[in-house]
């Protein structure tokens, strides 16, 4: 991803007309709307969210506060991957959100690891060469639950178009997020094999069986099935695992 210095986003070019609720989406970091190809929503505009640049000392709430310029609708519908999901969080913090799903990330501080908290707070991600977070290799693959071809193709396209220094700002301000609230109107899906937010820390609306952290392009299918139900329904569903 190649992070835009413009607060604008990203309208779909298949998007139905205005009378169709809005969705908006936050990508994964480092990730543009590719990411969010294979999942399936008819009958709703989608606009994705532009990753701006982020201030050494900014935190996400402080970041959430200015990208969420980009949201022009009221009470929209949100989406939000990965640490996308979790500036969605703080988004919904600061306006009403009608309905907000998050895949493969975390509602609350609770849902991270101790231990990456620690690690974070060290600040070791700063030793870490540029080229290395560009790179894949066997360890990433692993990481991320890349198995086919096709996923190591698409992951290795997502290292390789990483702002570094966004990437950083992101893990440094990760360690000292402290959201304990869990939004309002929101579900949570989360595979059973991701290992990047571990799901032994994590308590979802619906447990994807097998899934790992890019499930969003491998088990689209299943994802959105969930998504649209949930936009459709007026009340929030049980816990549940998906096969």
Known sequence: MSVSCFGFAQ???????STHKTIYLFSGLGADSTVFTNLKLP??????ITWIPASP???????AARIRSQITEENPYIIGLSFGGIVAVEVARQMRVEKMVLISSARTKDDLSKVQFFFMRLGLYRIIPGALINRTNFLTYRYFGARSSKDKKALTYLLQNTDVKLFRWALKSIAFWDNHEIPARTIQIHGTADRVISS???HPDYRVKGGGHLMVLNRA???SKIIVN??????LPDHRSIP
Request: proline fraction near 3%; charge should be neutral.
């Open 11 to 17: 309208t779909a070019k298949d998007a139905a007309g």
């Open 221 to 223: 299918d299943t994802i």
């Open 43 to 48: 009958g709703y505009r989608k606009v994705y």
């Open 57 to 63: 000392d900014e935190t996400i709430p402080q970041y």
């Open 200 to 202: 032994k820390h994590v």
């Open 230 to 235: 949930y936009f459709r329904e007026a009340s």
